[in-house]
């Protein structure tokens, strides 16, 4: 494997993951498919400008390999428990943790009512804080639909929220 490559891989492994999480992927699934969004990434890699940033590239297959995912015969959603989301996750205090896992179960969920397509243009834009010309590059739109899925996406993410803290009796 090309020492770059695997560079790439060893630093943005966890990103791929996240990405993947953030895409409505279930966890026993994120795995097997950061490896194949590095599979198709390594076989398209000298195709890479590498004066680009990787990151939206990455997402790219991120949101391809996802899409291709949720599409197949079989995949069935699943509904969010009120188990924390990541029971390794190392803070001081119970009931920080606790607080960190509602709010981090919110968001998923609320990520999770969001088209792919406007979820992976808000993860992209106000999670990853990337540059919306390379959003739109990445996911091969025009400038113009990539803000028109930011606007709307926002819109749903919003209203999402809060018809979840509604049903959880939060304010």
């Not at 020492?3 to 966890?27: K, M, N, P, W």
């Not at 968001?107 to 243009?121: K, P």
């Not at 590059?137 to 819109?155: C, D, K, N, Q, W």
Request: charge should be neutral.
């Amino acid at each position: 494997m090309d020492s770059h490559f695997q560079a790439v891989f060893e630093t943005e492994f966890s990103y791929v993951c996240r990405s993947l999480r953030r895409c409505g992927i279930a966890d026993r699934d994120v795995e097997d498919l950061a490896h194949d969004v590095f599979l198709a990434a390594h076989l398209r890699f000298g195709e890479f400008d590498r004066a680009r940033a990787i990151k939206p590239w990455l997402f790219g297959i991120v949101f391809r390999v996802a899409s291709h995912h949720r599409r197949r015969p079989g995949y069935r959603r699943e509904e969010l428990g009120s188990e924390p989301l990541d029971p390794s996750d190392a803070a001081p205090l119970a009931d920080e943790r606790v607080e960190m896992s509602q709010k981090r179960a919110l968001v998923l969920e609320a990520l999770e009512a969001l088209d792919l397509d406007r979820r992976a243009v808000l993860i992209m834009h106000d999670l990853d804080e990337l540059p919306m010309r390379e959003i739109a590059e990445s996911l091969g739109v025009p400038m113009f639909t990539a803000y028109s899925r930011l606007r709307a996406a926002r819109t749903q993410f919003t209203e999402a929220a809060r018809r979840i803290r509604l049903r959880r009796g939060e304010r």
